[in-house]
Each structure stands twice: as C-alpha cells, then as structure tokens.
C-alpha cells in the first residue's frame, strides 16, 4: 500500500510562478493534500493561487519569518506519512520529477530524496542547497522547531540530519529555479541574496560547533561564497 503524501510549498513572492507549480502537482493525483505556506507576502501571490482553493489548503502568516518557519508550519500541518516539499520559484517541473523523488523512499532504498537541477553551476555542491526533497514525516519531526529558527539555512540543517543516513539525489533536468533578479527589484533582490548568504553562513557556524569537520565546514562555506559570488555577478 503506497503512503499518504503531504506537498508543501513555502511561498514568499512568487506570484509569477507559484500558479504553475500548483497546477503541476494538483493534476499529478497522487498527493493527499496541498500545503501552501505564504511567508508574509507582499506581491500577488495569494491572487494567484485563489483559484485553487478547493484544492490547497492555505497558511497565511501575517510577516515574513523565513523559509525554515514556513516549511516547519506546512510540516506541522501535514497529516501525510511522506512529505514532499517543493519551492514555489521554479519552472519546468513534471510529473516524472515528482515520481522519482518519491520513489526511492518509497522502495525504502532511500530516507531521505534530494532534487538536483543545477548540472550547468560551477560547482555539485549546489545540489546541498536544494528545496525538493522526499522524507517520511516522522523521522523530521525533531527537527521542526529547529527549522523554525534557521530561515534560508533549512537546506543545510535537513542535509546534516540526514549525513548518516541513506540520501538519494536525484536528477531533474527540466527544472530551473527563478532567480531573485527576476521576480524582485535589484535592490531587494540583492538585500535577499545577502539575507540568504547569512542564514547560510549561521547555520555552517553551528554545524561546525558540532560534529561537522574542517573540511566539510570549507566544502560548505565555499559553496555559500559561490552562490553569493553568482549574485553579485549578476549585478554587474
């Protein structure tokens, strides 16, 4: 018997992209329930999904608190046995995808399934960074009030919880994210890239004052000066 599947997607902004992303897993069919988290937007985002009221279920939170509390809320929410998170930014996602970042938790070859779209990045340790993933909701559980605190840092907590534990990352070659540039004003854009930079940065600092190993932490620390090396690239 196949598991119950809670989706939940945090959103912040994405007004541009959030319609599209819903419609996919909305006809997939194979989820219990939608979870949308809007993290205090500012821009149309709520308009956009309006029309998919029967089908979501919507949590509004007043102001922005970042995408950890959100995904944390969607989790606490959830009433499937499997959660499947997907960020709200992106373009191209299929069905396909979202068989397969299933399907190995499923199979119990995995516990945990990490979605990998950034093949043409500089660098694979991207792939640490990414917000589609596939993991039974028990075993998360004691980690949601800690995602609570971390914002932009969800990634690299989930990822260090799971170091012990069976990973499977897995290729989605159609999907590309929405840059900040393209859905923000430079200004706020480049304001977000930093936020981001620093909850990344914080998180690094406090896996490092744990078990994480000199050469993890600059494995870590150098994916981050990457990322944020690529935003002000785009700048100039």
Not at 207 to 229: D, F, H, M, S, V
């Amino acid at each position: 018997m196949n598991p119950s599947i809670s989706v939940i997607i945090p959103v912040y902004n994405e007004e541009r992209t959030i319609a599209s992303v819903v419609e996919i897993v909305r006809i997939w069919r194979k989820a219990r329930e939608i979870i949308i988290v809007d993290d205090g937007s500012t821009d149309n985002t709520r308009k956009a999904i309006k029309q998919f009221k029967k089908d979501i279920i919507l949590l509004h939170e007043k102001e922005n608190h970042g995408k950890g509390y959100a995904v944390a809320k969607g989790i606490e929410k959830a009433k499937g046995d499997m959660l499947l998170f997907i960020d709200g930014d992106i373009l191209g996602l299929t069905h396909k995808d979202l068989d397969q970042l299933i399907s190995p938790v499923i199979a119990r070859k995995a516990e945990m399934t990490v979605g990998n779209y950034e093949k043409d990045r500089p660098t694979k340790q991207f792939k640490i960074l990414s917000g589609e993933r596939a993991l039974w909701k028990k075993d998360i559980l004691p980690l949601v009030e800690k995602l609570k605190t971390v914002g932009y840092g969800m990634e690299l907590l989930i990822t260090d919880y799971y170091k012990n534990k069976p990973v499977t990352y897995v290729d989605l070659p159609f999907v590309s994210p929405f840059l900040k540039f393209e859905k923000q004003p430079t200004n706020e854009a480049v304001r977000s890239y930093v936020k981001e930079a620093r909850d990344l940065l914080m998180q690094v600092v406090r896996q490092q004052a744990g078990e994480l190993t000199p050469p993890q932490a600059k494995r870590l620390y150098n994916t981050i000066a990457q990322y944020l090396k690529q935003a002000l690239d785009y700048v100039q």
